[in-house]
């Protein structure tokens, strides 16, 4: 049955992924981006469909948001402040704002006009250094950046509004996701070894001491199993990991970015502690077997994940010269 | 030796009697507190001490509040929405502001004056309905109010802040404090059970099934605690559930208001449902065993600490007549 459906955050990486996908299976999307980091060009490709429609608005505008969320079947909320690290300087209520604002916005206008059903974007980076390897989602969270706190103040306000208002909410604490489109703000691991090895060949400076090790998950995955799940778990509050069950170390991204340049004698500039940045978890591997149990399960391991990133960034910016 | 103190929300229940007790141990203390549910009065036995002092403001006031903040030792961050009840009509966002933005308040003025250490009042309301019993500190986290949603993004926030700003932070999570000054606002099972008594003895409305049952600690036994912990675990985030490891029905307690006020014959009307209201938590017990180990322990379990709140409450209003 063709449904109504909101993007928030519509013109990124992962949500034009999706978009795309909907239209496909025949619903009716509105993309609400602000262009902040997503790109229109992201959705160049849907314009021509009666069923798409794009809204330029940021979440804080409570009254074009709350219009755009009127009538819908579905709210996606994947907007967000898509840079996980915390420079010194910086303001510390980007991620305040960005996160925990504005997904309040959006369960508020949701609440206004009766739109039950909300899928959001959470992140592995709630449970902070965990002991448990892999982690499920009954792990404790103990998030040590900005964005990992405001992400799961976010996920407990969804679940305040999921029983106050009875709604139906599912929550996905994302692995890092690669592949598909390049981000152009919040760059990757995989972009960033790219470019800094296009200015010079022979040295690769890598933040951290290069055994971060993290679970990866192509874009396409993630957007079956958010689709996967809404299906098999459809009703109440459901909070899930989406990711594979390994990881991979930095260090083994440099070796496959290395090799995907057809580049030699690369040496490697190691940073000093164990995270890349504040506020890094150096390591994590997530635990998917509750979405496994489902019937879901990732097609490609954290290496093949980022195989796979590593052809899309070259392909790109072989299209691009 | 003698330290600078803040307390914010310090004129309230608690945060009058850990100024009290501050004063008397010989530190200086500023309440910082808007009087929205605190009350001068609770201050009146300290204005006469030099080590004292008052600043009526509110934590959205920022350059007041870093004004406050600077060249403090410590803060405690007590301020808060005092009232956990959401009632269908008002705003859902009274909880966002009042406890997530303003402890991100707190928090970035600290940050701004150097001060590193911050105790937290936060609720056993952020485990929301939990399946263990009794519940230690690293339960999975559901709140299902607004309410505790709010606290556990304030502790997500310490936690983020901790870590990057190299803070040394106290996260409390209360069982239902009781005793002491009598709430003005966000009114308690025992002082909304002697007022409804009072208009008629003959009959009891009690919110929910009676059946719902919670642990009790005293405020004069929460603020040694926190005292307690202070001492005993010195550096880095400190999760701690304040309380004693049995509960109470709200039964029972309208057993002990019905006995303290020499009535017989008082006839029971329940509500429906098992909460109180929407959001209530019917049922928990807090496991203590976390800073039982540290070597603190409550004298009260939870009937002794409600006996000694309903004879305070009786007092002070006697007192007034």
Known sequence: MSERVLITGGAGCIGSELAERLIGLGHRVTVYDNLSSGKEEHLSSLRSSANFSFLRGDLLDFDLLESAVAGQDIVFHLAANPDVKFAPG??????????????????EAMRRRGVRRLAFSSTSAVYGLSERQPIPEDNPTRPIS????????????????????????????????????????????????IEKLRQDSSVLHILGDGNQAKSYLLVSECVDAMLFALEAAPTGLQILNLG????????????????????RNVRYEFGSGSGGWPGDVPRFRLDPSKINRLGWRAHHNSEEAVRQSIQAVLAESLCRS
């Open 90 to 107: 910086e303001a510390t209520d980007k991620d305040l704002k960005q996160n925990t604002i504005c997904t309040y916005q959006v369960l």
């Open 244 to 263: 594979c069950d390994d990881c991979l170390s930095v260090r083994r991204i440099a070796d496959l970015v290395v090799e995907a340049l057809g580049l």
């Open 146 to 193: 900005l964005y990992g706190a405001t992400k799961l103040s976010c996920e407990a306000m969804i679940g305040a509004f999921q029983n106050l208002f009875h709604m139906d909410c599912w929550i996905f604490r994302f692995a890092n996701i690669v592949g598909g489109r390049t981000r152009k703000k919040g760059g990757t691991v995989v972009g960033d070894f």
